[in-house]
């Protein structure tokens, strides 16, 4: 499996035990991202790691 793969199964595994940087907000992974269900925002994910950095989430359109 690729180093990128395996870290976002990692991540998945902590998914409950971090918020969204900016709000404070239940997280999940869509689309290649991690997205906050409360606020919308969308942070990268580079290299298998996400970036949770409040200035690097960028608000989505509600679908």
């Given amino acids: 499996m690729p180093a990128d793969q395996s870290n976002l199964r990692l991540f998945e595994q902590w998914m409950d035990r971090v918020a969204c940087p900016a709000c404070h907000g239940?997280?999940?992974?869509?689309?290649?991202l991690v997205l906050c269900a409360s606020c919308?925002?969308?942070?990268?994910?580079?290299?298998?790691?996400?970036i949770l950095?409040?200035?690097?989430?960028?608000?989505?359109?509600?679908?």
């Avoid at 239940?26 to 290649?32: A, I, K, Q, V, Y």
């Fill in 53 to 63: 950095i409040a200035e690097r989430g960028a608000l989505r359109e509600s679908k």
């Fill in 40 to 50: 919308g925002r969308g942070y990268p994910i580079v290299d298998g790691i996400p």
């Fill in 26 to 32: 239940t997280l999940r992974l869509e689309d290649g």
